[in-house]
């Protein structure tokens, strides 16, 4: 079993920053690509960010110069640093990884539960 487990969201006000983690725990033999999605309210889940195992990063336009992935590989762990915060951020924000549980099976992606994000005054 693999569990993704998130943290770090809440309400902040505009310009503000938040930063979001998500740690993988359970059977891991590998983890490749690790990302952040959102879906706000009435819209289709979309990519905010996501981040290579070898640390090459792509982001969403309108994310770019305002947040920040990062990862720990020998915690599991990825980050998402945001700052600059808009209302227009707001969103549920879920946390992907790609990995393997075992040298036999095969790659698959797993989500996290969510975290919400509020930007508002």
């Known amino acids: 079993q693999v569990q993704l487990v998130e943290s770090g969201g809440g309400l902040v006000q505009p310009g503000g920053s938040l930063r979001l983690s998500c740690a993988a725990s359970?059977?891991?033999?590998?983890?490749?690509?690790m990302g952040w999605y959102r879906q706000a309210p009435g819209k289709e889940r979309e990519l905010v960010a996501d981040i290579a195992s070898g640390g090459s990063t792509r982001y969403t336009d309108s994310v770019k110069g305002r947040f920040t992935i990062s990862r720990d590989n020998a915690k599991n762990t990825v980050y998402l640093q945001m700052n600059s915060l808009k209302p227009e951020d707001t969103a549920v924000y879920y946390c992907?990884?790609?990995?393997?549980?075992?040298?036999?099976?095969?790659?698959?992606?797993?989500w996290g539960q969510g975290t919400p994000v509020t930007v508002s005054s």
């Open positions: 992907n990884a790609d990995l393997r549980m075992s040298i036999l099976s095969t790659r698959r992606e797993y």
């Open positions: 359970g059977t891991i033999f590998s983890i490749y690509g």
